[in-house]
């Protein structure tokens, strides 16, 4: 081989080296700059244990419910490893060269750190980079790296890592908020309100209804709240045989409406002919007098009707809440002359009743969501 061609070969190793050295260079250079943007930087701190090194194993008491052998400090790294992990600035507290950062799971705060920008430098002459130091860190463990409110019917069973959890975990009892203005007279569902603690790993959480089947239901945050499963027909034929009797929906619902345009007549504007459905101690009794009282009523355009007077009236949407409570979609429209022009008032409105006192009485009226 000639000189001139070891020569070549010489030189093109040479170049290749450094072409390799370079190319690690800029590599290196570029994922340390991506590393040490600041949003970056936290998302290293979490995957590289460097928060998990200010936690210790006397956090908290771990719950019975936990599986065996559980670390704290390792539930933790988990944590922190996790894809359901958010982490967001908080610009509120940040300022100067302090940054601040919240860090989100599953919408539940578990930790805050500050950081603080040490130094900066060029890389490659074009980029600026930044070292950071980790002034504060607090975590908010102290129930737990998971804690959970679960409510569900006092009949169902709660399961955590497949035990039975029992009664002692109860915090409270509770009735179905939307039904509060039915269980002010009558028992309905009582729900029990289970708090768990001190949690070292994401759990297995099950729940059985009375029938031992599976319930599916939604984490919201460290919240689950679970319903019972009422009974639904569309009908009142099929309604029918769940009530106690058999009573006008509709001719109520046309007197309400009729109410509200002044057109029932009687005294208080016709509010006696829906106070013998109507109890007292009720957002909807309370709405009804303080309107035949006020002066809105007073204050109704002058208006005649068309024949018929109501259409398109249905009853829909039928739940069965138990033996003495039901609630059901109600639909009409009210044509009427307003100023020589037609005008059609909708009711679109569901209705509650509880049978209380021998008979079936209207509790709460409130607009059908759409």
Known sequence: MSKYKKSIIIFSIIMASIIVVFLAYVFHSLVLYERNLVDNYIGYLLTTNKLTDKVNDDLFSISDLERKNAHITDGVKKLYRSDNLVYNQNKEKSHDDIYVYDIYNNEVLVSTVSLKKTKSYKIMAILTSNEWEIVDYQNYFDHG????????????????????????????????????????????????????????????????????????????????????????????????????????????????????????????????????????????????????????????????????????ETLTNFTIYNDNAFSVDVHLEKNMIVSHKDKVDVLNDKFYFIYYENGYKWVKSEAVKK
């Not at 708090?195 to 599976?214: A, F, H, R």
């Open 145 to 312: 790296i998971y804690n959970f409110t679960i409510s569900i019917p006092h009949e169902y069973k709660l399961y955590i890592n497949d035990q039975l959890v029992s009664s002692d975990y109860v915090q409270k009892t509770t009735d179905i908020s939307n039904l509060d203005d039915l269980t002010k007279f009558i028992d309905i569902a009582v729900k029990d309100v289970y708090k768990i603690d001190n949690l070292v790993y994401e759990p297995k959480i099950s729940i059985l209804d009375k029938s031992d089947q599976k319930v599916n239901y939604n984490l919201k945050g460290n919240t689950i709240d679970v319903n019972p499963e009422f009974i639904q027909v569309d009908t009142l034929e099929e309604a029918k045989k769940y009530l106690k009797e058999d009573f006008d929906i509709l001719a109520l619902a046309e007197n309400y409406s009729l109410f509200l345009t002044d057109d029932l007549g009687g005294d208080r504007h016709g509010l006696y002919k829906l106070t013998p459905y109507l109890l007292e101690d009720t957002n909807l009794y309370d709405r009804l007098v303080s309107f035949s009282k006020g002066p809105d009523i007073l204050m109704v355009s002058t208006h005649t009707f068309k024949n018929p007077r109501f259409t398109n």
